[in-house]
């Protein structure tokens, strides 16, 4: 991360060791930002499917307006 970026960061959430969450105060409205590391294809299915239930998880908890879709 840039350190002009730093000053932004609101708030740092470890959801696993896969999978790190970011929120950061933008101009409008906050800006989350999402670090995955992906189970390689080699890995067994359930942790691969563990890891997408944690994305689940992260993004139910984040307001729809949050969501770009």
């Not at 932004?8 to 896969?18: H, I, L, P, Q």
């Not at 390689?40 to 139910?60: A, G, H, N, P, T």
Request: include cysteine; aromatic fraction near 8%.
């Amino acid at each position: 991360m840039h350190h002009r970026s730093v000053s932004a960061v609101k708030r740092v959430e470890f959801v696993s060791y896969r999978l790190l969450c970011i929120v950061m105060s933008g101009r409008r409205c906050n800006v989350i930002v999402l670090n995955v590391r992906a189970p390689s294809e080699e890995k067994s299915d359930d942790s691969k499917d563990r890891l997408y239930k944690e994305l689940e998880q992260v993004f139910d908890h984040f307001p729809q307006y949050h969501r770009n879709t």
